[in-house]
């Protein structure tokens, strides 16, 4: 009996040990194929954060490099060349999925957090990779795959240049004299069809270099030019200093601004009484069904919905700044959209400017998340309704308005006065007794978006 159990026990003995070499190996053979794996990780890791970096840094608004970049620095590091599908050239090398032998590598693009003007500034990079197995296919695989991904930003805050002083996107610029009065503008103009007024005695005043808001030569002496959709210019217009200023024929209308909207605060008002703070300001935030009108304006966004008319009545900003001024505490930006009426600024005297400072600038952007804007009304679902100026207008408004869907009408014995960049589909202004109306640029005008990283990696 002794003996048959130890011959037992013998036996059961060799089955364990069996067992645990078996286990043993299979663990062996998952850990060696895990850790090139992970190696094969580390690496691709590497690699999609470098090109991810370089290519975020190709954004830009005037195309776009950074698919192509990222492909280059993919190239290099996993030794594959370009054109690889549909990524031929740095002018074609679209977002998408791409597959090089073992290798999947997908490219996309996102916008930085509150709109970030009209092109994306944020590049995602995934590759994987399959790479046979070592010991692993004694189990039934052959392949293991290791991934890596990164998201990148360009550095720093988003640009995008303001183009002319006055754009009529899809009509004329139809700016009229009359009586004693005149008419300037003192940077660029759009029309895409003509610029200037209907008979040459009242003919629109332009200087041949552009000038700054204060009256100063804007640096380098940049000159003006009138810019159309491809017709000849029936109307009339004058350089004020008698030298010549270039038409440029064919010129596409600009839609720079459609995805640089400001962003509100999330707060909603329904009523004037619930929108005003102690003092009796407007407090920026989301207007439903009203807009503010008269008084004085918090610094911020205002956004406008569903508002029958928007009539703004003699309002201001809290502490207004002179027109062209950077403001950095008290800068409004008016946001809106087809669900409103017409839109009166008769009176209104607005600043919207709070940063004016070169690109070069350190330190935060934007402070009041205007991105320069006075008035907002682009989009998918654009303002459309008119704009109205006048009789007897004071309006002085200070920032970029961009209404490219809304005809823009100023009548009468008005002198309103606009710094910055004014971009309507079609603007009709009658001149008549003293009226004045003035148009004056900003040397260097940007729409500057917000700064809510510094660039680089996201994680």
């Known amino acids: 009996m002794a003996e048959r159990r130890h011959k037992s026990q013998s036996g059961q003995a060799v089955v364990i040990v069996v067992a645990i070499i078996v286990a043993l190996t299979v663990l062996g053979t998952m850990v060696f194929d895990a850790g090139l794996a992970m190696s094969d990780r580390r690496n691709l890791q590497a690699y999609a954060d470098a090109s991810a970096l370089a290519g975020a840094r190709s954004y830009g608004p005037g195309g776009s490099k950074a698919h192509w970049v990222a492909m280059q620095y993919l190239g290099t590091a996993l030794g594959f060349g370009t054109p690889v599908g549909p990524c031929s050239s740095a002018s074609s090398c679209p977002a998408g999925a791409y597959t090089v032998a073992n290798y999947n590598i997908t490219l996309s693009d996102s916008w930085r957090v509150n709109g970030i003007l009209n092109y994306p500034s944020v590049l995602d990079v995934v590759i994987s990779h399959r790479l046979p197995s070592i ?19 360009v550095p720093g805050p988003q640009f995008n240049g303001a183009n002319y002083a006055v754009a009529a996107v899809n009509g ?5 004299g009359g009586g004693a009065a005149y008419q300037t503008v003192t940077g660029p103009v759009y029309a895409y069809g003509s610029f200037g007024a209907n ?8 200087p041949s270099v552009q000038t700054n808001f204060d009256g100063t030569t804007c640096p380098g002496n940049p000159a003006n030019h009138l810019d159309n959709g491809g017709i000849n210019n029936s109307l009339d217009y004058h350089t004020t200093d008698s030298n010549p200023m270039p038409q440029n024929p064919n010129i596409a209308p600009p839609t720079v601004y459609e995805n640089a909207a400001p962003v509100p605060p999330s707060v909603v008002y329904t009523s004037a009484a619930a929108a005003k703070d102690a003092s009796g300001h407007w407090n920026p935030g989301i207007y439903s069904g009203f807009a503010p009108s008269g008084g004085t304006m918090n610094g911020g966004v205002y956004k406008i919905i ?3 008319s928007v009539s703004l009545g003699s309002i201001t900003n809290t502490i207004h700044t002179p027109s062209g001024i950077s403001d950095p505490t008290g800068a409004v930006a008016i946001v809106m959209d087809g669900s409103d009426g017409g839109l009166d600024i008769s009176q209104a005297v607005l600043n919207g400017l709070d940063d004016l400072n070169p690109p070069t600038t350190n330190g935060q952007r934007d402070p009041m998340g205007t991105h320069n804007f006075v008035i907002w009304g682009g989009g998918a679902n654009p303002y459309t309704a008119g704009v109205t100026i006048g009789p007897h ?4 408004m200070s920032g970029i308005i961009y209404l490219p869907k809304s005809p823009y009408v100023s009548d009468g014995n008005s002198s309103p006065s606009f710094t910055g960049s004014v971009i309507v589909d079609s603007m009709t202004v009658h001149g008549g007794g003293n009226g004045q109306q003035v148009f004056k640029w900003v040397c260097g005008l940007n ?6 990283y510094d660039g680089g990696l996201v994680r």
Do not use: E
């Open 447 to 452: 729409a500057v978006a917000g700064q809510p």
């Open 172 to 176: 004329d610029a139809l700016i009229n």
């Open 393 to 396: 207008a004071g309006t002085d």
């Open 135 to 153: 010991f692993a296919r004694m189990l039934g695989y052959s392949t293991v795959t290791a991934a890596a991904s990164a998201r990148a930003t």
């Open 199 to 206: 008979n040459s005695p009242h003919s629109t005043g332009v």
């Open 306 to 308: 569903n508002a029958s």
